[in-house]
């Protein structure tokens, strides 16, 4: 069974960094899209940054330039490099990939657990 399972979150001071990652578990053959969504307290769900197999990016106006996605494909693991954190970036993050095909199932999507990520002012 596939399982995206993130880690790296934590309480850090406005201005810090923190590095996240995602690990696709299972007998993974091929993953198209890999990225990050977050969920603050009492809003809905929001794109972070996304990347395709092949390298392309997307990222929220809120976060360019100071967070960074990158993927390694023989790990199966997506990494959130996030500088410069903010109060408002507090949240919990969730790592997502879709298109996931293992060796006995295709996922079209599927979702980490979350990690919550605390920025002090």
């Known amino acids: 069974q596939m399982q995206l399972v993130e880690s790296g979150g934590g309480l850090v001071q406005a201005g810090e960094s923190l590095r996240l990652s995602c690990l696709a578990s299972?007998?993974?053959?091929?993953?198209?899209?890999m990225g990050w969504y977050r969920q603050a307290q009492g809003k809905q769900r929001e794109l972070v940054a996304t990347?395709?197999?092949?390298?392309?990016?997307t990222y929220a106006d809120s976060i360019r330039g100071r967070f960074n996605i990158s993927r390694d494909n023989a790990k199966n693991t997506v990494y959130l490099q996030m500088n410069s954190l903010k109060p408002e970036d507090t949240a919990v993050y969730y790592c997502?990939?879709?298109?996931?095909?293992?060796?006995?199932?295709?996922?079209?999507?599927?979702w980490g657990r979350g990690t919550l990520v605390t920025v002090s002012s």
């Open positions: 997502a990939a879709k298109e996931v095909k293992t060796n006995i199932h295709r996922y079209l999507e599927a």
């Open positions: 990347m395709t197999s092949d390298g392309r990016t």
């Open positions: 299972g007998t993974i053959l091929s993953i198209d899209v």
